[in-house]
């Protein structure tokens, strides 16, 4: 097939805030600071979480006095998508702009918003999510982390896992139940609040997973056992957690992580396959890819009710179907970076933070 399949191909606008960001991600690659053919959701990388950070890449739709730039959505989609396409290392902050800030803005406090949303945009407050309890079941029925009100706030006892990254966040955005026990009977869909919980409080233990190689990389565990949290860590309403939750999550879903999380496994694979058949199934991968980038593009700016499942839904069947066909299209000799694309797409499939963050519907698995 040769060639390669970049950022200039797959979109003819050539603006200057994607040029600006073309220049500043080749000049970090240039300079070795991380691999591209790791992908972006590889370990994450505190130090261009504030690379980044500094020249107003993060929550740049934002309000600026929240930090952000007052940008547009669009803004927003050519931002994530250029980072995606370069295999830019984003779990560092992807949780927490994608999801924890956009809650914020919605249905935190102005005191919340001031506190947290400029650490965020600046790459310097990472968190992690504590939504599911899956040693269970991802329903949300199943949840057992209970908030206690105490005098001054709330005394929170629990297990959450898995946490992806718990071993580096600082904070982590907690779902946990309200209501006392007896009440939740009548209705376990009901009665639930989201928290955020600074991570170094006492009475907090974050466990690796077990046998874990890389446990900071890895979804991992957090126990609170009888953590007190001040009334002001409560975000909305003391039962209005799950809404909100399901409001944010709907909002991110079909972002371009959906679609784009292998584009440097394509791009790898686009310099390397020779052979017919192969050439013919990877073409369909990457026009399907070049599809949905339009596809995501073109709707940018649209209310994302409408469209943002359905690209949530052909991203995740793109991902499956390269799952499945990129191994057989490894050449014998594979090159080392083009073996470890491979494998840092399967730990992608792997850790998807909408899969973990979409309450009530089930957890599709790779």
């Known amino acids: 097939m040769g060639g390669s399949m970049g950022m200039a191909e797959a979109d003819a606008t050539d603006g200057p805030l994607r040029r600006d960001l073309r220049r500043f991600l080749a000049a970090e690659i240039g300079r070795g600071l991380w691999d591209p053919g790791a992908g972006s959701f590889g370990p994450g990388d505190a130090g261009f979480a504030t690379r980044l950070g500094a020249r107003g890449y993060i929550g740049t739709d934002w309000p600026r006095a929240c930090g952000g730039l007052g940008g547009s959505r669009l803004d927003r989609q050519v931002i994530a998508e250029e980072l995606l396409a370069h295999g830019a290392p984003l779990r560092a902050h992807w949780v927490a702009e994608r999801l924890v800030g956009p809650l914020l803005l919605g249905f935190g406090t102005p005191a919340q918003q001031q506190e947290l949303l400029?650490?965020?945009?600046?790459?310097?407050?990472?968190f992690c999510l504590g939504i599911e309890e899956a040693e269970r079941t991802a329903e949300p029925a199943a949840t057992e982390t209970r908030a206690l009100p105490v005098p001054g706030g709330w005394r929170i006892t629990g297990r959450k896992s898995p946490v992806a990254d718990a071993a580096e966040a600082q904070r982590m955005l907690l779902l946990a139940r309200t209501r006392a026990p007896e009440a939740v009977a009548a209705d376990r869909l009901a009665g639930f609040g989201l928290f955020l919980v600074d991570l170094a409080l006492p009475g907090i233990t974050r466990l690796p997973m077990a046998a874990a190689e890389e446990a900071a990389a890895l979804p991992g565990a957090v126990v609170l056992d009888g953590v007190f949290l001040a009334a002001d860590r409560l975000v909305g309403g003391a039962e209005d957690g799950l809404p909100a939750w399901k409001a944010?999550?709907?909002?991110?879903?079909?972002?371009?992580?959906?679609?784009?999380?292998?584009?440097?496994?394509?791009?790898?694979?686009?310099?390397?396959?020779?052979?017919?058949?192969?050439?013919?199934?990877?073409?369909?991968?990457?026009?399907?890819?070049?599809?949905?980038h339009q596809l995501g593009l073109d709707r940018a700016g649209e209310e994302p009710k409408r469209w943002r499942a359905a690209l949530a839904l052909l991203g995740a069947a793109q991902a499956a179907a390269l799952a499945e066909v990129a191994p057989r299209l490894l050449p014998e000799a594979a090159p080392p970076a083009l073996a470890g694309a491979l494998a840092a797409a399967q730990a992608a499939a792997a850790w998807n933070p909408w899969d973990a963050a979409r309450l009530g519907l089930r957890r599709p698995r790779p």
């Open 118 to 126: 400029p650490r965020i945009a600046a790459g310097r407050l990472g």
């Open 248 to 292: 944010v999550v709907e909002a991110a879903l079909g972002g371009p992580e959906c679609w784009m999380r292998d584009w440097p496994l394509l791009a790898g694979l686009a310099g390397v396959v020779a052979d017919p058949a192969a050439e013919a199934a990877l073409g369909r991968l990457v026009a399907e890819a070049f599809a949905l």
